[in-house]
Each structure stands twice: as structure tokens, then as C-alpha cells.
């Protein structure tokens, strides 16, 4: 099994930027994909980004397109969301997990493990 943890959460004004890292335990971690997610109290969990266990494939979700960017380090067991033009809703509680299931990127059902998260506060 793959445990996480995550952190680089913060405070930060909109427009601004934000680095977010994953740190996973276990020795499968390159054999699983790994997704990032963000929720927010009364709301769904929202599967933001992505990575394929190479890192050539990604997704992102429509809300977060062209300004998150999900990369990973098979070496050092990491993945990193990094986050630019941060918006105010963008404001929740961010997790990563492996995926451990086939079926869309998008859906959070399809992980497992999440961890225990890391706060992204956006000022406008």
C-alpha cells in the first residue's frame, strides 16, 4: 500500500502561487498513478489533477486547466501540484492518493488512501 502526505499549504492572495507536495511511503509508488483532490465543507471532493505512473499523462480538471500543473518524481516518491493564479474558490483542503482502480482520472472513487490534507486559504 501507498501512504501520503501532504504539504506546501498556505495563505496566499489571489493572482498569486502556491507548490503543493506529496510524500508517499511504500515501495509500489512508481506503479500507481496519482491524483490530487480538494474539497470543501458541504461540497463533493473535486479530483483536480492527475499523473499517469510515467508522468506522460495528465489531467486536469476544467476548473483548475492552465493554471495547475501536476508532476512527480518516481526517485524521491513525490508528486507536486503546483498552483498559479490562484482564485478564491480555489480556497479548500487539498489531498493527493494513489489510484487504485481503472476508471476516470476524474473520479475520487477510483483512489485510495487519501491523506490527511493540507489547507489552501485564497484572499481576495
Known amino acids: 500500500q501507498v501512504h501520503v502526505v501532504e504539504s506546501g499549504g498556505g495563505l496566499v492572495q489571489a493572482g498569486g502561487s502556491l507548490s503543493l507536495s506529496c510524500a508517499a511511503s511504500?515501495?509500489?509508488?512508481?506503479?500507481?498513478?496519482m491524483g490530487w483532490s480538494r474539497q470543501t465543507p458541504g461540497k463533493e471532493r473535486e479530483v483536480v489533477a492527475a499523473i499517469n505512473w510515467s508522468g506522460a499523462n495528465t489531467y486536469y480538471a476544467d476548473s483548475v486547466k492552465g493554471r495547475f500543473t501536476i508532476s512527480r518524481d518516481n526517485a524521491k516518491n513525490m508528486v507536486y501540484l503546483q498552483m498559479s493564479s490562484l482564485k478564491p474558490e480555489d480556497t479548500a483542503v487539498y489531498y493527493c492518493?494513489?489510484?487504485?482502480?481503472?476508471?476516470?482520472?476524474?473520479?475520487?472513487?477510483?483512489?485510495?488512501?487519501w491523506g490527511q490534507g493540507t489547507q489552501v486559504t485564497v484572499s481576495s
Open positions: 511504500g515501495h509500489t509508488f512508481s506503479a500507481y498513478a
Open positions: 492518493a494513489p489510484k487504485v482502480a481503472s476508471g476516470p482520472y476524474s473520479d475520487g472513487n477510483y483512489y485510495d488512501n
